[in-house]
């Protein structure tokens, strides 16, 4: 039996610790650094304010960590008697505090439509002992090291998917961060301007970590300009409209188990926001996942694809460079994920550098851009 943790961490960092997919080899594993190593019955005093007053610390002991976060688990004894126990993430990377909070609100968002499947949040907040640094508590649940069968999986995103945006609009209430890096999540009245700005944000990210690459740079152009209104606006234009609902985010394998004890799906690690439910399926193509089209295909039985269908794998395609650029700025290291990248992106150049425009044209429509209230 394992204890799979709801944490946060870099993707090939949890396959190899548990041994799920391929790990490239020059991938270092963070280990726990000697001073930062503890066993015992102490706690930070902001942890221990957020438990039950009365509550008897059995034992605490770190386990594991990642680029950003330090994770522990607490077995605690309750005024009533009751054992629990609970997950503990101390954040070290700046900014430490908005991660736990968009952490916090991301899980309790997920709560509110899939409570059965995600751990139950208990606090967030600041440590006394160390400011810089913010914790993220939630209940400890024991869980499989395996992916719960591709009908359970979908079953429980397309929940999620359910609820929709307070005020139709797409983005989210509070900053949440795709591991380290924080997602712009401020309100925007169209899809292709929420997804534009978050492209621009990770391309903007990925050339100040791995450095300058021309061909990167004059790729992403026409991938802001001309792939990106290519790929979305058709489907917020001609009598279309997308509905604004809840993703997960970060739906990746490593986010998802199976409850030992309850035997159903568990999701964690969320950086939500409200948008294109197919952004949740950008982890979903690539070779390193465990996660495939199988899973797709699963959800798109018994929930509509979006308009226009012909374009749904390349839009999937495009989502899914988001996603590569943005390993590609959580792990430095490594030069595969930005190549990766350069290559989906030239396909979907080549295919669509016509643009929005090269797609009216095809229809042998008049321009509907003013009509909807996109614009260019």
Known sequence: MTYHPP??????????????????????????????????????ANVRKALPEGTTIKWAKTFVESFWAISSKIDA?????????????????PRAEDIARGEFESTRELLSVIPNNVPQVVAHGSCASKPDRAFFLAEFRDMRDELPSASDLVSVVAAIHTKTSPN????????????????????????????????????????????????LQELSGKILTKVIPRLIRPMETGGRKIKSALVHGDLWHGNVSVDEKTKVPVLYDPCCFYGHNEYDFSMWRATRYLTSREHVDEYFKTNARS???????????????????????????????????????????AKYGDGYEGYIAAQGKPDVVEADGVGN
Not at 186 to 195: A, P
Request: hydrophobic residues 35%; negative net charge.
């Open 7 to 44: 944490c946060v961490f870099l993707e090939l960092l949890l396959s190899s610790l548990f041994t799920m997919v391929y790990v490239d080899p020059g991938f270092v594993v963070p280990g726990i650094p000697e001073n930062e190593k503890y066993e015992g019955t102490e706690v930070d």
């Open 77 to 93: 004894v309750l005024p009533s008697g009751e054992e629990r126990s609970y997950f503990l993430k101390v954040y070290i990377a």
């Open 168 to 215: 139709g609009k797409f983005g989210y209430p509070v900053t949440t961060f795709s591991g380290k890096h924080p997602m712009d999540t401020r309100w925007c009245d169209t899809w292709e301007e929420y997804f534009t700005r978050c492209m621009k944000d990770t391309m903007d990210a990925e050339l100040a970590m791995q450095g300058p690459n021309s061909e």
């Open 307 to 349: 308009e226009p269908q012909e374009d749904q794998d390349d839009r999937h395609a495009l989502y899914a460079v988001r996603s590569d650029l943005a390993v590609s700025v959580l792990w430095s290291e490594n030069k595969d994920m930005r190549e990766l990248a350069i290559q989906e992106m030239k396909r979907l150049v």
